[in-house]
């Protein structure tokens, strides 16, 4: 038999009982998908491609996710240590991949505006405000990229890949991978009751690391548990993504703001900031709006679909 997962998280399905190699098995295979992805998207910024910077900092996501819903699988120093030098690689990237999603961002609602308003040297403004700050953090990427720490990096996660630092103790349950990623999935819960109760958006950003960290567990599941493991996933993925839309339009509000206060000498430009600046924040309150449903709907009980 399976391990019942508590609530409606896994719409009733059982999750795996596994003994221990079992589970390292799993996990392992896991590791080494990520592992892989990790050193070619890495081969991809060695050559200066910068579109390479999101799949590579996504396959680390994956690899510190599993270190730490699993991580009585594993010897805790080596792991540890995994864990903090992709930390700083992580950060490293990902303040080239939020630029990235601005920029794709801004530009998408620019391009909504009336042609009629100065909408292109607006524009230009935003471009110009966002270079600077992209080359800035690109060329700290380059400079770490070719350092002693991340060759050391890379040598770690090629051995993980191959063989992870397995814990020398033992397993005292075969349900013990279910209970890790249930334990996961009441993180979620926990820490989205607290985010969707305020507006703070430490809190909010906690809420999306724990969806995350439940999704990646959820990956980890699909070779055995495949629909359950998927669909979970997607709940998962779903919460990130609208947390994760409500931190670009803080962020981008704020820039637009800003930008828009430096223009006022150009009455027209200043406008079509004003007018970006309103849409980011009603984006903002609808994605609170849909975060409380995602916070309602997890709080329903098993059994139970509402209206349709």
């Known amino acids: 038999m399976g391990h019942r997962a508590s609530g409606d998280r896994w719409a009733g399905a059982a999750l795996p009982v596994l003994d221990q190699e079992g589970a390292r098995r799993l996990v392992a295979a896991y590791l080494a998908q990520q592992c892989a992805a990790l050193v070619v998207g890495d081969q991809r910024l060695g050559a200066g491609d910068d579109s390479a910077v999101h799949d590579t900092r996504v ?17 805790r120093e080596a792991a540890d240590a995994l864990d903090g030098e992709l930390r700083w690689w992580s950060g490293l990237l990902g303040a080239v991949r939020d630029l990235q999603v601005l920029q794709g961002r801004l530009d998408t609602l620019v391009s909504g505006v009336d042609p009629a308003l100065p909408r292109d040297r607006v524009r230009a403004r935003i471009d110009a405000a966002l ?13 770490a990229h070719a350092g002693v720490r991340h060759r050391a990096l890379l040598v770690a996660v090629t051995s993980w890949g191959a063989r992870p630092a397995w814990s020398g103790g033992v397993l005292r349950s075969s349900s013990a991978v279910a209970t890790m990623v249930d334990r996961a999935d009441r993180t979620v819960d926990r820490t989205l009751r607290r985010a969707a109760a305020s507006d703070d958006l430490d809190e909010l950003h906690r809420a999306r690391k724990a ?26 993925e779903r919460l990130q993504e609208a947390l994760g839309e409500h931190r670009d339009c803080t962020v981008g509000a704020e820039l637009l703001l800003r930008l828009g206060s430096a223009a006022g000498s150009s009455p027209g430009e200043s406008f079509v900031f004003g007018v970006l600046h309103e849409r980011e924040l009603r984006r903002a309150q609808a994605l609170r709006a849909e975060v409380q449903g995602l916070v309602r709907r997890r709080r329903r009980p098993s059994g139970s679909h509402g209206p349709r």
Do not use: M, N, Q
């Open 211 to 236: 969806a995350k960290r439940a999704r990646y567990a959820a990956e980890v599941l699909l070779p055995v548990v495949g629909p359950a493991a998927a669909k979970s996933a997607r709940r998962h």
């Open 59 to 75: 396959a680390g996501r994956r690899i510190r996710s599993t270190l730490r819903v699993y991580s009585p699988l594993f010897d």
């Open 131 to 143: 270079e600077r700050d992209r080359l800035e953090h690109w060329t700290r990427v380059r400079e």
